[in-house]
């Protein structure tokens, strides 16, 4: 349709050691949010590991798909239409955090908030889900019944109509679309 474009969330489980951990507390599949602006992945942005042998050494980060963390990883994928305005919003929301990237981290304290069921909010900190969430909110029809704060990977589909488009290994995922831009945005490098 004119005037919408598609954003992707992806929830992944790495099978890292801590994502056990997550996922011991969690009970839920998948523990590690992202949103993508495209349809193959190549644009995927979140807040986790900076290096893939330290998880405590994190920040935003533009996600390889390709890369040994996500090697072994299962995935659900979920696609929403959102209207031109707020994808644009949802970008430049990004395209901001990317260009002071090195002024935030990771919000490793925000998510013991989760556990107690109180917010724990720092400046220029998010963890994964928190920071999708806030991405995401940029958006004037999508709300969550929660502080943004407390928000994890699963709570982030009940905030709009999200359909499932693919669940399995994320190394299998192919979308059917050709491998180019769906957009006229350019890349954000980081």
């Known amino acids: 349709m004119v005037g919408e474009k598609k954003i992707y969330l992806l929830l992944t489980d790495t099978g890292t050691a801590f994502t056990r951990l997550i996922k011991s507390y969690t009970k839920k599949p998948y523990n590690h949010a ?3 602006f495209d349809p193959n992945l190549e644009e995927v942005y979140s807040f986790g590991r900076k290096t893939p042998r330290n998880p405590f050494i994190g920040g935003f980060v533009r996600e390889d798909i390709n890369s040994v963390l996500f090697k072994r990883a299962d995935c659900a994928i979920y696609s929403l ?7 644009q919003k949802m970008n430049r929301f990004i395209q901001l955090i990317a260009e002071n990237k090195d002024l935030y981290r990771y919000n490793l304290i925000g998510l013991l908030g989760v556990v107690v069921k109180k917010p724990i909010k720092r400046k220029n900190a998010f963890f994964c889900s ?3 969430g806030s991405v995401l909110k940029e958006s004037e029809n999508i709300n969550f019944e929660k502080d943004v704060a407390l928000i994890q990977p699963n709570d982030l589909l009940r905030s709009a109509n999200f359909e499932l488009i693919y669940e399995g290994r994320l190394v299998e995922y192919q979308h059917d679309m050709p491998k180019e831009r769906v957009h006229s945005y350019p890349v954000i490098s980081i």
Do not use: G, W
């Open 34 to 36: 992202s949103i993508a």
């Open 81 to 87: 239409t959102v209207s031109d305005e707020d994808y």
């Open 130 to 132: 928190q920071f999708v």
